[in-house]
């Protein structure tokens, strides 16, 4: 067996939080092993956010264009996908060669090792042959895979998820999406924009089921609008594979065909291959139970994904930060300086400690996690923004809701917009605190309209004290201003 290496932290997992919390971490001096299987950066730069961004805008540019009819004359169109290919291949990926990130973290002071990590016991970490002993602690940021539903025949076929959508050079003339969600009608409303005939299969009973039911409306309607097809309320049951194209048979003897068969039913983190049992923790569960500072048992955090608090990439920042607080104030204590329980920070890329720390994670403390204003952005044409609870869910934990909408095409900035103006802001109040509890924000700048209300959700900002701010004029955001009077 190996001899140990002793180190201070072993990250598992170098994803946009992973790589955050191991770069911070040896900026302030630690001696910090980074381990990585697969691409520095994890999923967002490579087959997620950034290149599906990419794509999108793209696409709305010929959307955009198409819209001259009727506003500024008239236009032609001719959509070519070899730019966009060329733009993610160069631009985003560098051919999904890291590189450049690794060197990134390496440049702070980083180890960076490539291959699986297993654990092996408390504080230990095998990759390979090499076995590495954590001092301070280990961090688990091994994010998610593709969830993919037991589809009788779905395995046997070249199906794509994410990853393949992201890299496709050609396109093909033809489009099955299994999964209605976010990522599924980005990309449906892309292809189509390009001339792919597109279909969505959705097991709900509407698109986008988790978010509020206008945006569900509005975004059914946008896509259709581009030509694509929706069908609700269908379980897949058998998918078959010809060598030229995929048919899906669904329950009740519903059937599509497609050249591609795109399946994006979510994703989940596989614990099984972490050695999690070597210190005592359920490997079982769907995604990584953590406390409100990350910790998953003495010694190991987790971070990203894998904890299950949102698949995104603000989510994994945040925790990042909460992470490297506590691990830095682990480290203080550690090394025989007070007892700075909640007040680790770091100053000028070192471990140091404050004075009293703030209970709501102000400057200097180590924060807690808190996911009550967790916003969420599908950034399909119109964008639907999100914050907090839905009317549902606020009802369901016994609020006293009151709803207020106003529709966007009948504020002043939708009129002005016209063509592509379709949307909406809804606020869900509690009624016996007099604050906002959640709000959706759907538009052509719906997740940028929803900055301010997460700040009002997050901070809790009295509904009086909202009504009294002045909503410049003419912006999509004074729509807020038109649902606050609508609440009821």
């Known amino acids: 067996m190996a001899e140990p290496e002793v180190v201070d932290v072993v990250v598992v997992g170098l994803g946009v939080g992973g790589e955050e919390v191991a770069g911070r971490l040896a900026e302030a001096g630690l001696t910090v092993v980074g381990v990585e299987r697969d691409l520095v950066g994890g999923e967002c730069p490579y087959w997620g956010c950034i290149p599906s961004k990419m794509m999108i805008r793209a ?7 198409r819209r001259i009819d009727g506003l500024a004359g008239a236009a032609e169109v001719r959509p070519d996908w070899a730019p966009v290919a060329k733009r993610i291949r160069e631009e985003a990926t560098d051919t999904w060669d890291d590189t450049v990130a690794v060197e990134r973290f390496t440049g702070k002071g980083g180890r960076f090792v490539r291959g699986s990590a297993r654990l092996d016991g408390p504080g230990r970490v095998r990759v390979g042959e090499r076995v590495f002993q954590a001092r301070h602690g280990i961090v688990l940021g091994t994010g998610t895979k593709p969830s993919v539903p037991p589809v009788d025949g779905l395995a046997d076929t070249p199906y794509w998820t994410n990853r393949q959508a992201i890299e496709v050079e050609e396109l093909p003339e033809s489009l099955l999406v299994l999964g209605g969600g976010a990522i599924g009608l980005e990309l449906a409303q892309v292809f189509a924009r390009f001339g792919v005939r597109v279909t969505v299969v959705e097991a ?3 698109v986008l089921a988790v978010e509020e039911p206008e945006a569900s409306e509005v975004a059914a309607a946008a896509l259709r609008a581009d030509g694509v097809q929706i069908h609700t309320g269908v379980r897949a049951e058998r998918v078959g594979h010809d060598g030229r194209g995929f048919t899906l048979r669904g329950a009740g003897g519903a059937r599509f065909t497609a050249e591609r068969l795109l399946v994006v039913t979510g994703r989940r983190a596989h614990l099984d291959e ?17 406390d409100d500072r990350l910790h998953v048992t003495e010694g190991i955090w987790a971070v990203g994904d894998v904890t299950g608090e949102g698949a995104f990439t603000h989510v994994a920042m945040y925790q990042a930060g909460i992470v ?54 599908t950034f399909t044409d119109p964008e639907v923004g999100a ?3 839905t009317e549902r869910q606020a009802r369901e ?19 002005i917009h016209k063509s592509g103006n379709e949307g909406f802001v809804k606020l869900v109040a509690d009624a016996d605190r007099g604050v906002l509890v959640g709000a959706t924000s759907v538009g052509p700048a719906g997740g940028e309209v929803l900055s301010g209300l997460a700040v009002a959700v997050h901070a ?5 004290r909202l009504r009294q701010m002045i909503y410049a004029y003419p912006t999509f955001h004074r729509a807020i201003e038109d649902a606050l009077r609508n609440l009821r």
């Not at 696409?59 to 264009?65: K, L, P, Q, S």
């Not at 830095?328 to 007040?343: E, I, K, N």
């Not at 934990?397 to 009129?415: C, D, F, H, K, Y």
């Open 397 to 415: 934990r016994g609020i006293n809701v009151q709803v207020g909408l106003s529709e966007l095409p009948s504020s002043a900035r939708g009129w």
């Open 324 to 377: 490297v607080a506590d691990v830095l104030d682990h480290v203080a204590r550690a090394d025989g300086g007070p007892d700075a329980s909640g007040t680790a920070r770091v100053t000028g890329g070192a471990v140091g400690a404050s004075g009293a720390a703030g209970a709501d994670g102000s400057a200097g403390a180590v924060p807690r996690a808190d996911y009550r204003a967790l916003p969420r952005v």
């Open 460 to 464: 809790a900002v009295p509904l009086g």
């Open 59 to 65: 696409a709305n540019a010929i959307a955009e264009a």
């Open 387 to 389: 914050v907090g609870l």
């Open 274 to 290: 972490l050695g999690l049992d070597t210190v005592g923790v359920d490997a079982g569960q769907r995604y990584l139970v953590v």
């Open 204 to 206: 709900a009973d509407r």
